[in-house]
T-cell receptor, first 113, second 115 residues
Framework: DQQVKQNSPSLSVQEGRISILNCDYT??????FLWYKKYPAEGPTFLIS?????DKNEDGRFTVFLNKSAKHLSLHIVPSQPGDSAVYFC????????????FGQGTRLTINP | GAVVSQHPSWVICKSGTSVKIECRSL??????MFWYRQFPKQSLMLMAT?????????EQGVEKDKFLINHASLTLSTLTVTSAHPEDSSFYIC???????????FGPGTRLTVT
């Protein structure tokens, strides 16, 4: 049972444009969501997070949107830069509990010059 | 941000031997750490939750006698792969949340190859 899904395995965006990565979840108990960036043979790097009490969180070029009714979140990167090319994972957890993260399958983002 | 280190970054061992991987939180204390493994082109799968001062909690399907976890202090957790076999070859990653934080910070990972 895949509780967190990233349906797009890959995404290609031109440098300077907006990158939008999507994530859906099925477990309504999740109330905290995170985005991580990962390069090959490295650990994930935390990017941005959002609590279910908010619908938007912004940090520099990164903005995460949460639509609780649709159980959907998205990560917007603008403007996209070549260094943003990586695999992006969304993750979900319950704020109260064991803090276990459930990861999506990841989306490989490629920024073209 | 918080820093988590892992050692070694890669290791090659012979089938039947044991390998120990260390995970350290460098600038914060972590009562809980998590161990994941990642197969090529797949997501991170949680293996177990390491709890300082108590037994680890293993996810369903993970053999606790094969993957021994010891959380010796508030900054160190170790994962020992016992009697390793080629199918244990994988990328092992640990993570830790600073106290009071929901964000988990990941180590750089350890590539294990069992020949």
């Amino acid at each position: 049972d895949q509780q967190v899904k990233q349906n797009s395995p890959s995404l290609s965006v031109q440098e300077g444009r907006i990158s939008i990565l999507n994530c859906d979840y099925t477990n309504s108990m999740f109330d905290y969501f995170l985005w991580y960036k990962k390069y090959p043979a490295e650990g994930p790097t935390f990017l941005i997070s959002i609590s279910s009490i908010k619908d938007k969180n912004e940090d520099g070029r990164f903005t995460v949107f949460l639509n609780k009714s649709a159980k959907h979140l998205s990560l917007h990167i603008v403007p996209s830069q070549p260094g943003d090319s990586a695999v992006y994972f969304c993750a979900a957890t319950r704020a109260q509990g064991a803090q276990k993260l459930v990861f999506g399958q990841g989306t490989r983002l490629t920024i073209n010059p | 941000g918080a820093v988590v280190s892992q050692h070694p970054s890669w290791v090659i061992c012979k089938s039947g031997t044991s390998v120990k991987i260390e995970c350290r939180s460098l600038d914060f204390q972590a009562t809980t750490m998590f161990w994941y493994r990642q197969f090529p082109k797949q997501s991170l799968m949680l293996m177990a939750t390491s709890n300082e001062g108590s037994k680890a909690t293993y996810e369903q399907g993970v053999e606790k006698d094969k993957f021994l976890i010891n959380h010796a202090s508030l900054t160190l957790s170790t994962l020992t792969v016992t009697s390793a076999h080629p199918e244990d070859s994988s990328f092992y990653i640990c993570s830790a949340p600073p106290s009071g934080s929901y964000e988990q910070y990941f180590g750089p990972g350890t590539r294990l190859t069992v020949t």
